[in-house]
């Protein structure tokens, strides 16, 4: 089975929201269409939309090419069907939603263009939104909308296309989650977070698994990472499976808005409790903590290798499930709250124990807080591998790291964009991944923020792994003034202040 290295995406022009372009002016004039509809509502409305034409815009670039030579060849379907194309009748492209865009009819123009393109897609099927002739979505708000979109890489064809439309689509994305607050969390993990997950992981080739996976963001940013580094993208497989319908809709959708091929699968079981992909081994990015996920049902599972998880807490469920599904030589990056690190409750300790001990701990870093929208609390990231003794960085080898774990504290880390949210930067994500990369070859300790231990001295910690117990404080550098000169003159500076 080949390995793979776990993943997501980033844009270039827009990884922190200091440098937000036209993707943000676009959502300010989208939001303002919104009114009073609620973002759960109107997240699907947009999005679909954008969608939508995305599939008419790939379409019409394949569609010029035949017609220019033979016009016959060009409305023929199974020409498309069979070069892996999306086939698109006329009545549901763009351009004749966007001439019918003002009329009283547009939402049930856009319902049978949905129904259309499922119908001679079989990818697509059951994936399309086709609720937009409702009485209660208002159709003026719809016109305006299809009109704004319209204007989407309008100058641009293929790959460029694609480009922006995926850009739009993963940027809305975030936005939508902003303003669902807490609910927004359950189908979107922040793209900083995602990053680090990727820029660590390295997903040059293999298998890349989500058991769930959200609105798909993961799969986004492994195909990104590949292509800015010179890699192929058909050198990755995409896997995933996500138990929210509507989630699963995004999850399919956002993907394929860059033109990335995946088997993302929907049951309202989950992976769990009805694992649709039980014999694949491959890498991952699983989900935040989640306390009612059934864990009673399953005390005999053959998944539970170091031990059985409390029914009340699936934080150990969710790293046991994946070291399952790894692939001999597999890594695997896991977000998971912070009190999965210490908790010593329900035996969560044993099995964090046992995970030590069996060598499956790579890497532990500490995140800072407010970077969710679900969640104030901080988060942390657990890095699993099946094989620390051997592995390679591209053509590099790695050494052996056998019986060592890597901390990284990055609490200090971040921006606040705004009163709530904060980001980790570019610097601050390169920083991170550059230790671990230094780690797996030649590496030092830098006091207050990485720290590789020994399994020796995790034991004495009893088996805790919260990143600020190993790594110390920050070296403050000596400004080579004298201990008595400074107590003098920092003396004088108070007295001056008391006096004033």
Known sequence: ???????????????????????????????????????????????????????????????????????????????????????????????????????????????????????????????????????????????????????????????????????????????????????????????????????????YQGRIYDPCCGSGGMFVQSEKFVQEHGGRIGDIAIYGQESNYITWWLAKMNPAVRGIDSDIRWNNEGSFHKDELRDLKADYNPPFNISDWGGERLREDVRWKFSVPPVGNANYAWPQHIVHHLAPNGTAGVVLANGSMSSTQSGEGDIRRELVEQNVVDCMVALPGQLFYSTQIPACLWFLARDKSNGKRGNTPLRDRSGEVLFIDARNMGQLVDRTRRELTDEDIRKIAATYYAWRGEYQDVPGFCKATTLKEIRKHRHVLTPGRYVGTQAVEDDGEPFEEKMQRLTAQIDAGTEG
């Open 1 to 203: 089975m080949e390995t793979g290295q776990n993943t997501m995406l980033q844009n270039d022009t827009n990884k922190n929201s200091s440098k937000l372009g036209f993707e943000a002016e676009m959502f300010k004039a989208a939001d303002k269409l919104r009114g009073n509809m609620e973002p759960s509502d109107y997240k699907y409305v947009a999005l679909g939309l954008i969608f939508l034409k995305y599939i008419s815009d790939a379409f019409e670039a394949k569609h010029k090419a035949p017609q220019a030579e033979n016009p016959q060849a060009a409305e023929d379907k199974d020409e498309y069907l069979a070069d892996n194309a999306f086939w698109v009748p006329k009545d549901a492209r763009w351009s004749h939603l966007q001439a019918n865009a003002r009329l009283s009819i547009i939402g049930l123009s856009i319902d049978d263009a949905m129904r259309a393109i499922e119908k001679d897609n079989d990818s697509l099927k059951g994936v399309l939104p086709k609720d937009y002739a409702r009485p209660a979505l208002n159709k003026v708000m719809l016109g305006e909308l299809i009109d704004l979109i319209s204007g989407i890489a309008l100058n641009e064809e293929g790959h460029a296309s694609r480009d922006i439309l995926g850009r739009v689509y993963e940027y809305f994305l975030g936005q939508f989650a902003g303003a669902e607050g807490k609910r927004g969390g359950e189908f979107y993990t922040p793209r900083s977070v995602v990053r680090v997950l990727v820029e660590m992981l390295e997903p």
